[in-house]
């Protein structure tokens, strides 16, 4: 397996769109493949919610700044089955970048970084993000490497909001887009089920309004964010056959009620062994932007008419993912985003995965994408 590393992007000091400031910000990014003689052979991918920017290889040594959270469940890339030598993504042809969130947890500048004009950790006064912030922030990456035009920008789930943005934000560099089981706006029911999340992690006595990186971190608080969201990733037919194992201990968690079944065992599984690699507080940055999202308003339109009018001026190719299965991103979502580029007459494949696994299919079964993902990238 290809050994990745990654490099960081200085950024110098970043005013957001909401007015907060983060000094002399940077960019965790990796690359994969190589830039042919026009730069045209690019694709940027954004990674979902908890993920990172190694997409495929493997990085053993942490990024820079989370050597605490670089787990060994991080060290292989999270889509190796789609990104790589003769994969759907065929790295041989293409010159692939991921970067980790501005506001995350895996090298770029988050709240858990030190602030250079105070020495201690942003915490509580790093700044609220939305989607538009993260897409600004990887655009000077394009510049860094003389990228005019991205061959295509792919995003499964969250990562398919930006990609959305990038594309509408900025229509002539994108020929391509591939948003994968995403939305176009956050539905009511996702804003209360993120709604929760917050008030788990705002709710946890050691959450001290972020500030708590030099004592003990809102670990409860963080596992039931955790758990809250997962059942919403994994169809409850694999969540059923998953939680057929043993019951694993979790006295910590819990001082009057005791664990006497495989599903809650499971959950309270998954909800710790995510406090081990992930931050707080950039879990609250990255679901607030979920939370708020609407792509008429990141992209600084009047409408969805006005929105796609763009997308369809450039050139670009739709390629849209449904799973049948998920209960994160639903399907009515994804049918709600091509109905508005079908109207803008903008040239759209939309295709409906049929699968048992739920919203994390994208990350399970390659081999449900991969035709369509190669068709469009041969074009």
Same mark, same amino acid.
Request: glycine share 8%; charged share 20%.
């Given at each position: ?8 992007? /200085? ?25 042919? @003689? ?15 920017? &190694? ?7 942490? /990024? ?25 993504? @065929? ?22 970084? &030190? ?22 922030? =990887? ?7 003389? &990228? ?56 946890? #006595? ?66 710790? #062994? ?34 796609? #009018? ?5 050139? =670009? ?39 048992? #696994? ?12 991969? /035709? ?8």
């Amino acid at each position: 397996m290809s050994v990745t590393t990654s490099s960081l992007l /200085p950024l110098g000091d970043l005013t957001l769109r909401e007015g907060g400031l983060i000094p002399s910000a940077h960019l965790a990014y990796a690359t994969w493949g190589s830039l042919n @003689d026009e730069n045209s052979n690019a694709i940027l991918i954004f990674h979902a919610l908890s993920g990172t920017h &190694i997409v495929s290889g493997q990085q053993v040594d942490p /990024p820079p700044g989370c050597a605490e959270r670089w787990t060994e469940e991080l060290h292989e890339g999270w889509w190796q089955e789609m990104v790589g030598p003769g994969k759907a993504i @065929d790295t041989d042809r293409f010159f692939v970048i991921c970067a980790n969130y501005l506001g995350g947890c895996y090298g770029s500048s988050g709240p858990a970084s &030190i602030n250079p004009e105070t020495g201690q950790a942003f915490g509580s006064t790093f700044p609220h993000l939305n989607a538009a912030d993260l897409v600004e922030a =990887q655009i000077p990456l394009l510049d860094h490497f003389g &990228i005019r035009q991205l061959y295509a920008v792919i995003g499964p789930s969250v990562g398919g909001l930006l990609a959305i943005t990038l594309a509408t934000r900025y229509p002539a560099r994108v020929a391509r887009v591939v948003p994968i089981a995403t939305g176009f706006k956050t539905t009511v029911l996702n804003r209360l089920i993120l709604f929760e999340q917050i008030l788990s992690i705002e709710n946890d #006595k050691h959450f001290k309004g972020g500030d708590y990186y030099e004592s003990e971190p809102p670990r409860i608080g963080l596992a039931l964010a955790r758990m809250i969201s997962h059942k919403t990733f994994v169809h409850l037919d694999t969540f059923e056959r998953r939680a057929r194992e043993k019951l694993v201990e979790e006295e910590e968690m819990l001082s009057w009620f005791q664990v006497r079944d495989t599903f809650q065992s499971y959950m309270l599984h998954q909800g710790k #062994k995510f406090t081990e690699r992930f931050d707080a507080n950039t879990y609250l940055r990255i679901i607030d932007m979920w939370s708020r999202y609407n792509a008429v308003i990141q992209g600084d339109a009047d409408s969805p008419a006005d929105l796609f #009018k763009r997308s369809k001026e450039a050139g =670009q190719k739709f390629l849209v993912f449904s799973i049948d299965s998920d209960f994160c991103f639903y399907p009515e979502e994804q049918a709600e985003l091509v109905r508005h580029l079908e109207s803008a007459e903008v040239d759209t494949m939309h295709i409906t995965v049929h699968s048992v #696994k739920g919203h994390d299919s994208f990350l399970l079964e390659p081999e449900l994408y991969t /035709p369509h993902i190669r068709e469009l990238l041969a074009d």
